[in-house]
């Protein structure tokens, strides 16, 4: 499996959970994989070790992506160790005690700016410094995000504005950059508990629709292997219409 061979990708988030998936993924596929973390170094250097015995190529970084210099060095590791960056994964999110349906005024307040901060400020900051690295040849970004616009969602969820700014965001740096051969897509993966229903929802940012796909038998494990498959097919160069005309193939993909 080398679909992504010759690549270099940068996963943030990826010391556990959906992000290590995708990392551990990419360098099955032949990519050199940076594995960001923001606290939690043990896992990241299990990513890293995971990586690099299967034959691949992978160092760990360190920042918190709410810092401008945290995420200039993270950039700058990553030119200094491969010399250039093919594919941005951001995964990243700020931390939180958990989804509730009812949260105080101050609660809220303070989950939306955590979020608002981390997430999105972040996020902007990643895909303008990504975008300003993939230069003429072009590149592809993967913006994750949760189902905050979704039935199988949280009525009431801190995630809902930072995620609609993601979307919104999607879309805009597709059709800015499209014609630049960048990419840009989404994908909320939606609860993935031992206990609850997976889901995946795609966003294509240069089309209006989307594409949804409920996966109900899918057990947290087998939940978290499809979106990494999913993150694969839309980082491969071939793997999307280049005129935006319709929303990303999730059959083919899968």
């Known amino acids: ?3 992504l061979a ?7 988030g990826a010391s556990d959970g959906i992000g290590a998936g995708i990392a551990r993924r990419f360098g099955a596929e032949g990519a050199a994989v940076i594995v960001h973390h923001t606290d939690d170094p043990a896992g990241a250097a299990r990513v890293v070790a995971d990586i690099v015995w299967r034959g691949g190529r992978a160092i760990a970084v360190q920042g918190d992506i709410a810092h401008w210099p945290d995420i200039r060095r993270l950039f700058e590791e990553t030119v200094a160790t491969f010399g250039t960056l093919d594919i941005l994964v951001n995964n990243a999110r700020a931390s939180r005690p958990g989804r509730r349906t009812a949260m105080s ?3 809220y307040r303070r989950q939306t700016e955590l979020q608002s901060e981390a997430t999105v400020f972040g996020a ?3 895909c303008q410094e990504a975008i300003r690295l993939f230069g003429a ?18 009525a009431i969820s801190a995630d809902a504005a930072p995620d609609a700014a993601i979307d919104a965001m999607t879309r805009g740096l597709s059709r800015a950059f499209g014609a630049h051969n ?8 939606g609860v993935m508990g031992p206990q609850e229903p997976a889901a995946i929802d795609v966003l294509d940012g240069r089309a209006v629709n989307r594409q949804f796909i409920a996966l109900p038998s899918l057990g947290m494990t087998s939940a978290k292997d499809t979106v990494a498959r999913l993150a694969v097919s839309l980082a491969c160069d071939d793997a999307v219409p280049g005129t935006g005309e319709r929303s990303v193939p999730v059959s083919g993909c899968l």
């Open 6 to 12: 010759g690549k270099v990708a940068l996963v943030t």
């Open 137 to 154: 040849r072009g590149g592809s970004i993967i913006n994750l995000t949760t189902l905050g616009r979704s039935s199988l969602a949280p």
């Open 105 to 107: 005024e101050r609660e």
């Open 1 to 3: 499996m080398t679909r």
């Open 182 to 189: 960048i990419r840009v897509n989404c994908i909320a993966p």
């Open 124 to 126: 902007m900051l990643l």
